[in-house]
């Protein structure tokens, strides 16, 4: 089964406005990653953050976590058509092996 | 390298034939993953290398699948009897070291279609 599961599927707004994704996951982790996918193409990492932190900025990105509520969201702030692409949550669990599992992603589609 | 290389990018086979996909990761990562992603889904783990062992190979979906890893370098994902469910983009991927907090940086995949 899936560690993480992301919401919504899709999410499609126009330029400028803001775009958030949320992920949640089953069992407890030591860190939580997001990533990118254009289309056709391999996955960028975009930022992570670890179990005791609950927020962490990197430009236009702004990434919380909730251990309680086993749940991340991922805000882009004023969005561009270039930020089209599929989002991927994914966990590291509690032990050391470096695996990572991935949820289904949300496909976001940005208007011009 | 520069950065995870994988080839072939695009492969079409028959049924029933096998296939080598390669991943050159990046120099000096000592770990090195693969995943599978179907279209329009998430990537599902296969197997993970530490240096030229596989700790982690639970992902692996039948014994027609294989991989290995020399010189902690290169890596050979094999498909035996391909079938049309093997039909994916396959994703290297490597990092540093294995472990939570160390960032995975992937290859662009190879596309195999199996027709």
């Known amino acids: 089964s899936q560690q993480g599961e992301e919401d919504p599927q899709a999410l499609s707004i126009q330029e400028g406005e803001n775009a958030t994704m949320n992920c949640s996951y089953k069992t407890s982790i030591n860190n939580l990653q997001w990533y990118r996918q254009n289309s056709g193409r391999g996955l960028v990492h975009l930022i992570l953050?670890?179990?005791?932190?609950r927020e962490k900025h990197s430009g236009r990105l702004r990434v919380t976590l909730d251990t309680s509520k086993k749940s991340s969201s991922l805000l882009i702030t004023a969005s561009r058509a270039a930020d089209t692409a599929s989002y991927f949550c994914a966990t590291h669990g509690s032990s050391n092996t470096g695996k990572l599992i991935f949820g289904q992603g949300t496909t976001l589609q940005v208007k011009p | 390298g520069a950065g995870v290389s994988q080839s072939p990018s695009n492969k079409v086979t028959e049924k029933g034939k096998d296939v080598e996909l390669r991943c050159d990761p990046i120099s000096g990562h000592t770990a090195l993953y693969w995943y599978r992603q179907r279209l329009g889904q998430g990537l599902e783990f296969l197997i993970y290398f530490q240096g030229n062992s596989a700790p982690d190979k639970s992902g692996l979906p039948s014994d027609r699948f294989s991989a290995e890893r020399t010189g902690e370098s290169v890596s050979t994902l094999t498909i035996q009897r391909t079938q049309q469910e093997d039909s994916a983009v396959y994703l290297c991927?490597?990092?540093?070291?294995?472990?939570?907090?160390?960032?995975?940086?992937f290859g662009e995949g190879s596309w195999l279609t199996v027709v």
């Open positions: 953050i670890r179990s005791n932190e």
């Open positions: 991927a490597s990092s540093t070291a294995p472990g939570a907090g160390n960032t995975i940086y």
